[in-house]
């Protein structure tokens, strides 16, 4: 190489940032800390225990038994594609809801597996109704009925206790996205009977991106171990990757060590904290920040009992210019606002209050921020009248 | 959840390790302060800008100015899915070169897509004849020549030129590994005409693991928009992630931020130190590695040319039993040291000089060590002798 072929770039210094869009979210001081520690080896006895200890931390987080309960190596998007793949052949049957982004990506990954994809819809912002998951069943038998708990893309909270069983009545196993809902809302993956159910560490985990906490039923573990065909991919092959965080320690690829000691340290915060509790901060937040937004009469795209805690998708005032406003959250308070996708695309913002991101004073400093974008944009709004609102919706709930 | 299940593990600290083993390599501190930065999000304009600084070091690395050159959202087995699935369609011919475990890993990995894969192969710890590519290739046309440049199993170093001109004269796409070589010893991707090439960066880049850098040639990149189906794996479509990583920055999944602020700052520390001084710094301890087993009569695996710098397989002496020695440097140093794998188990250790971890003061150390730890096994060596020798040869080449 050429002296003059060196660009050599200047130090890592990227802005800070209040990440209050759809995910990542902020990561803790502790959870930074800990991905810092100097490594060991994927096979170092310390590191077998810091897996094991990383499974009991996520059993509890998904509340389940299940044996195979591990942390993939690949983001959220990892996650589904390992569900999938280990448990579908071609040819085989899968209904897949729709009623977002992530709902339509299921289809794809399963699709390329050369499934026989069926699929269940509804409008982007409204949830998938149980009916009509019973009357496709009667359709005809499937292997795989798939929803997504937490839609990202909407901000829908999917009621999954009726489908399941509706999907056990049918034969069918029972595969659940809870990328956006795990560690910020109630996920019971063993009373809700849950067979295949993935996540993602940079949302309500509060971890950053990298890994997806996976866990399979013993009845999906079975229906791997009944396939015809080996898993068409090697490196999301659950039945290889058994070998390496069983008992046998068998070396299937290198583990993402940092990753892994982040995400202990997130699991261990979110264990003091305590489930019930934490799921309680995410609400109580989730409702002074609705009460800041009514205050702005800004309207909620998704009806009330539906609505997500950690991901509030919210339609844009008439006149208002998306980019306008995210742009003045981001220069002038750092703050990061999530937009639309799809067909929601500059119609909706997507507001995160995602584990450590979700706090008291994110919300009172979001809504001061976006009162004052608004007002920008030419809305009539009374200075301060959104955080005004939020505070009273606090002082109201910590009664 | 009940108080008595919530089980709160301890603080996070794993014991420090001097890692000599097959990878990860020890990392240097200015890379784990980088990682432990706080996030930004994955479509933050600081972060975009990171991103093609990233890949403008990548493709120095790898001296290409090939476009699509990115870090893949996963380890090395990741970047070795990446290339076969992108490339390859049920059907079609593959050519793999087998001398070791990732070489047969290739097969696997091209066998689960629905390739048609033919093998040639040598015994491990031998380098591949390029003859009997030529002799396999005149059996039929096939779409890639696959091959490892470093194969970390045994400590083999691969020529790659006259199998590549080889591969080319067949009209075959040259797809080559190289986790282990990479940023250790020469690799010029576009020099060799090399079409698809992976890594990892838990090895010579002494960044923790969690990214594999791929790089693919136009030619590639042809042959995968000229695919009749989709790439089976949505996580690892490039069609679909290079709209991401391109100018229109499209969201394809959420990318790994804490491991690109590592892998950036360990580019960085890589091109501070100049590739070439850093070439020759792993030879040099190399060299004065051999030095030292050669005084503890300790024998390689792989012939004098062939010899890898930074991975040295070497035979466990007669006598000597394999894990009293790794249990001996493991809790009396705190080094790791790999064993052997697949065939080679029991009868090799490899020992890794890799990135921060070619050091002088590792190499003496490690000798140290192991001269001591072969004494205790009952090897007749003088005590220090290994060391000395070592030091002998840094005096000789530091002429």
Known sequence: ???????????????????????????????????????????????????????????????????????????GSAGMETCFCNLLERGDRVLVCVNGLFGERMCDVAGRLGADVSRVEMEWGKPIEPKTVENALKAGKVKIVAIVHAETSTGVR????????????????????????????????????????????????????????????????????????????????LSMIERYWGEERFYHHTAPISMIYALREALRLIMEEGLEARFERHRLNHLALAAGLAALEIDFLVDEPYRLPMLNAVKIPDGVNDLNVRKYLLQKFGIELGGGLGPLKGKIWRIGLMGHSSTKQNVVLFLTALNSAVAAEGMKVAPGAAAAAAMEAYSQHDR
């Open 1 to 75: 190489m050429k002296e003059s072929d060196r660009s050599v770039f200047e130090e890592l210094t990227p802005s800070l940032r209040i990440l209050m869009g759809p995910g990542p979210s902020n990561v803790h001081p502790r959870v930074l800390r800990a991905m810092s520690t100097p490594l060991v080896g994927h096979l170092d006895p310390d590191f077998l225990r810091i897996m094991s200890e990383v499974q009991a931390l996520l059993r509890q987080l998904f509340k389940t038994d299940n044996p195979m309960t591990i942390p993939m190596s690949g983001t």
């Open 158 to 237: 999917q009621p999954l206790e009726e489908i399941s069983r509706i999907a056990k009545e049918h034969g069918a196993l029972f595969l659940v996205d809870t990328v956006t809902s795990l560690a910020g809302c109630n996920v019971d993956v063993d009373a809700w009977d849950i067979d295949a159910c993935y996540s993602g560490t940079q949302k309500c985990l509060s971890c950053p991106p990298g890994l997806s906490p996976v866990t399979f039923s013993d009845k999906a573990m079975n229906a791997l171990r009944s396939r015809k065909h080996k898993v068409s991919s090697w490196y999301l092959d």
